[in-house]
């Protein structure tokens, strides 16, 4: 499924002209744009349908023969306040969602793939919560700063161990987000729908038949030889121009 990528690259220029940016702010900011559908209520009701919970972000510069990159896994339903077993406090600054457990929660943490790899941890019992918006405020997927590592990251571009930012150049980055629960995707829910499938979904089992008819109702074409019913979302934002130290905004 594709979704779309944006990219603000600040650098001195920016950080000087601007008051709304401070010297921690250098970097690109990267927030990716939910699909249309999973920003309105479900059936014209007010419930709002669960969001992708997990995304992968991965950065690429350099030339063509000696390209470098660097990644982070974006946990985006990440509460602060869900035990040492989850790690990291969360991270985004301007935003509390509401966990009915405890209270109001910082939510949203990435892990950086250059000093760690991703484990899934498990799931809060209560199952998936994260939508489009936040409560009492609509505009939560859409503007960066209520959403920073949840539906959007901060690249400060400076390596792992404190080195100097990158050097100056073209930079681009994938965005790929996907459900951390099979049972919350679109595509696993899809047969319940009334009316969808033609011909009645029970005639459609077992797999692989089954999916197949439910990604031929869909328009979507499947992907590799999995037979698990499981959407990807992925975008991109290509030719990024970076320089850290430019008088001229970029």
């Given at each position: 499924?594709?979704?779309?990528?944006?990219?603000?690259?600040?650098?001195?220029?920016?950080?000087?002209?601007?008051?709304?940016?401070?010297?921690?702010?250098?970097?690109?900011?990267?927030?990716?744009?939910?699909?249309?559908?999973?920003?309105?209520?479900?059936?014209?009701?007010?419930?709002?349908?669960?969001?992708?919970?997990?995304?992968?972000?991965?950065?690429?510069?350099g030339?063509?023969?000696?390209?470098?990159?660097?990644?982070?896994?974006?946990?985006?339903?990440?509460?602060?306040?869900?035990?040492?077993?989850?790690?990291?406090?969360?991270?985004?600054?301007?935003?509390?969602?509401?966990?009915?457990?405890?209270?109001?929660?910082?939510?949203?943490?990435?892990?950086?793939?250059?000093?760690?790899?991703?484990?899934?941890?498990?799931?809060?019992?209560?199952?998936?919560?994260?939508?489009?918006?936040?409560?009492?405020?609509?505009?939560?997927a859409?503007?960066?700063?209520?959403?920073?590592?949840?539906?959007?990251?901060?690249?400060?571009?400076?390596?792992?161990?404190?080195?100097?930012?990158?050097?100056?150049?073209?930079?681009?980055y994938?965005?790929?987000?996907?459900?951390?629960?099979?049972?919350?995707?679109?595509?696993?829910?899809?047969?319940?729908?009334?009316?969808?499938?033609?011909?009645?979904?029970?005639e459609?089992?077992?797999e692989?038949?089954?999916?197949?008819?439910?990604?031929?109702?869909?328009?979507?074409?499947?992907?590799?030889?999995?037979?698990?019913?499981?959407?990807?979302?992925?975008?991109?934002?290509?030719?990024?121009?970076?320089?850290?130290?430019?008088?001229?905004?970029?």
């Amino acid at each position: 499924m594709p979704i779309e990528v944006h990219a603000l690259a600040v650098n001195r220029a920016n950080i000087s002209n601007a008051r709304s940016f401070e010297e921690s702010d250098a970097g690109v900011f990267l927030q990716w744009q939910l699909p249309e559908a999973l920003t309105q209520p479900d059936n014209g009701q007010i419930d709002f349908p669960l969001v992708p919970n997990r995304w992968l972000v991965v950065r690429y510069h350099g030339p063509a023969n000696a390209r470098q990159a660097a990644g982070w896994v974006v946990h985006s339903d990440f509460l602060d306040n869900d035990g040492p077993q989850w790690g990291a406090r969360g991270t985004a600054r301007s935003l509390a969602l509401y966990d009915s457990r405890t209270g109001p929660a910082a939510t949203g943490r990435r892990l950086d793939l250059r000093v760690g790899s991703w484990v899934e941890p498990e799931g809060p019992a209560e199952g998936l919560f994260l939508t489009a918006v936040g409560p009492g405020l609509p505009t939560f997927a859409a503007y960066q700063p209520y959403n920073q590592d949840v539906f959007s990251v901060h690249d400060s571009l400076v390596y792992r161990n404190g080195d100097p930012a990158l050097v100056d150049g073209t930079l681009s980055y994938l965005v790929a987000g996907w459900y951390s629960d099979d049972g919350a995707d679109s595509l696993s829910k899809s047969a319940g729908i009334g009316d969808l499938l033609p011909p009645d979904p029970a005639e459609l089992s077992p797999e692989p038949a089954r999916l197949a008819g439910i990604l031929d109702a869909l328009g979507r074409q499947p992907s590799g030889s999995s037979q698990t019913p499981r959407t990807l979302y992925s975008g991109t934002a290509l030719g990024v121009a970076w320089q850290h130290d430019a008088d001229s905004r970029p």
